[in-house]
């Protein structure tokens, strides 16, 4: 704490002052009204004490999406940590704090602090962060700066008061690093090799992602680090519903377990549909449900050190693939999407939240999810001066393409949620290429169904087996109407990039 309030001392984050007539401190957690039992705090009201809740949280697809194109430029990325990030941001309200509790001022113990800059408490302490960050370079996103000089440029993410940053000029870089040094009390921890759980080793040939630790850690705490390895996430004779008629189990138990789990999603997609299916009966979870549950520990004990690989000097290409179990969900028939993006491997899995009346309908809906995540990692990559033209998106549903293209189908299909029927207009404008996958080259059926071992290992590494021997898994992707053998190759390209084993 003395350190605490030497540094906002330093900073000069407030003045010691006398509590103004009708107004009301508001407590040093800065959250709820109290009552007369706990300390006197009040809650801040929107629109008279903050205008809105901001939070500079970027989102892992898009942390992902840097990792990648930083590979393929041929660039590390760095790292620092901004020591007290939101006191650095100035406000504009009048807001005032009472003195700590056991730290009050001697000769002032009734006075008031009139802050000056943010605290972690105060709502609007989040805006002045990214407002005062934003004075230093340009902002195109709001966890995104970008800084130019010449034809150089330097690209920062921040997740709150962590930052990563990087650029193809080091004086450039180092430049910004010393700018922001200079300006805030800044941890430079040099080479990204931690990130929010994410181990990342950057080398000249790629850049390998992986959350090695974290599985290990997660496996001893539930003591299943001597369970017998299995070979997939989940057995195709698998079909969970709600058994009613089961023994119950502890909810919170469950729920962190599911949660451990969501969190290694983001490096491990091949476990994605499981722990999606899984995660549906957190409300009343059974006997059943968390023996699934541990299988896919069970699988993460076969498999700790899969990860995600970005190939350096690759291509950036842009593609989709997307599928769909049409009324797969036990419980309300609802259909399971199934969407693949391929550059910065953003992968999903989820529950349609309507139901379907058909299979041309649940493939229809996930193309049109699977292009509206295309639609959003267009626009980022745009950021970073990349640019594309027609995306292909496969899907292995002629149907689906056909409602999709022929304006002759648009009256069979006005019960389905006007939101979906976007892909139609961008169809139309020539902005994705709709092209037909063979059912048993769709990438992604491993997030809308449980495989078979020889099928779930085919999706998961078949490049990495394919090259590691003559008599490994064979892939053939056949598209209609289009050059197979280009259409192969760059599908292989990519797919290096989705999930390598650690050798």
Known sequence: MHEELDNFERNHVWDLVELPPNCRPI???????QSEIGSPGFCQKEGID???????VTRLEAIRILLAFAASKGFKLQQMDVKSAFPNGFIEEEVYVRQPPGFESARFP???YKLRKALYGPKQAPRAWYARLKSFCSSPDKTLFLLS???DTTIVRIYVEDIIFGGSSHALVSSFAEQMSREFEMSLMGELQFFLGLQIK??????????????????KKLEMGDSKPMTTPMSTNTALDADDDGEAVDPKEFRGMIGSLLYLTATRPDIQFAVCLCARYQASPKTSHRQAVKRIFRYLKFTPELGLWYSSGSSLFLRGFSDADHAGCQIDHKSTSGTCQLLGTSLSSRKQASVSLSTTEAEYIAAASCYSQLLWMKATLSDFGLRFGKIPLLVDST??????KNP????????????????????????????????????????????????????????EEELSSSGGVEFTL?????????IKGEIESQWTGLIALLV
């Open 27 to 33: 407590g040093w957690d800065g959250c709820e009204e």
């Open 50 to 56: 903050y205008e809105e809740t901001f939070a500079p």
């Open 110 to 112: 009734d006075r008031v």
């Open 149 to 151: 000089r010449g034809g």
């Open 202 to 219: 950057q080398g000249p040939e790629g850049t390998f992602v992986h959350q090695t630790k974290y599985t290990r850690d997660i496996l």
């Open 399 to 404: 149907s689906a393409i056909s409602v999709a």
């Open 408 to 463: 002759v189908l648009h009256s069979r299909t006005k019960h389905i949620d006007v939101r979906f029927h976007f892909l139609r207009d961008h169809y139309e404008k020539g902005d994705i290429d709709l092209v037909h996958v063979a059912s048993e080259n769709q990438l992604a059926d491993i997030f809308i169904k449980s495989l078979e071992f020889g099928a779930f290992v085919c999706l998961r590494a078949y490049f």
């Open 478 to 486: 056949q598209v209609e109407g289009v050059d197979n053998t280009l």
